[in-house]
Nanobody, 118 residues
Framework: QVQLVESGGGLVQPGGSLRLSCAASGSIFSVYVMGWYRQAPGKQRELVATITSGGNANYADSVKGRFAISRDNAKKVYLQMNNLKPEDTAVYYC?????????????WGQGTQVTVSS
């Protein structure tokens, strides 16, 4: 069983900052790519940022220069969000591609709400 647990969401004013955290746990052999996705009301889930086990990061154009993804070990990933805008309001989901005893798979966290509003 693999679990991803997110934390760090909340309400922030435009221009403010938040830091999201996600930790993977369970019978994991390796965690390859980890990432953050978001889904706003009435919209499809979209990629925000991903990072490989080697530290290579990829960002959506809408967050480049404002958000930074990082990993401090194989099973934890962070998303530092600066200069937040109302259009960043969404539920943010952590994702991880994991190797475990039964093979490989993609796993999702439960989501954490980020609301940017004055």
């Amino acid at each position: 069983q693999v679990q991803l647990v997110e934390s760090g969401g909340g309400l922030v004013q435009p221009g403010g900052s938040l830091r999201l955290s996600c930790a993977a746990s369970g019978s994991i052999f390796s965690v390859y790519v980890m990432g953050w996705y978001r889904q706003a009301p009435g919209k499809q889930r979209e990629l925000v940022a991903t990072i490989t086990s080697g530290g290579n990061a990829n960002y959506a154009d809408s967050v480049k220069g404002r958000f930074a993804i990082s990993r401090d070990n194989a099973k934890k990933v962070y998303l530092q969000m600066n200069n937040l805008k109302p259009e960043d309001t969404a539920v943010y989901y952590c994702n991880a591609h994991v190797a475990h005893a039964l093979g490989r798979g993609d796993y999702w966290g439960q989501g954490t709400q980020v609301t940017v509003s004055s």
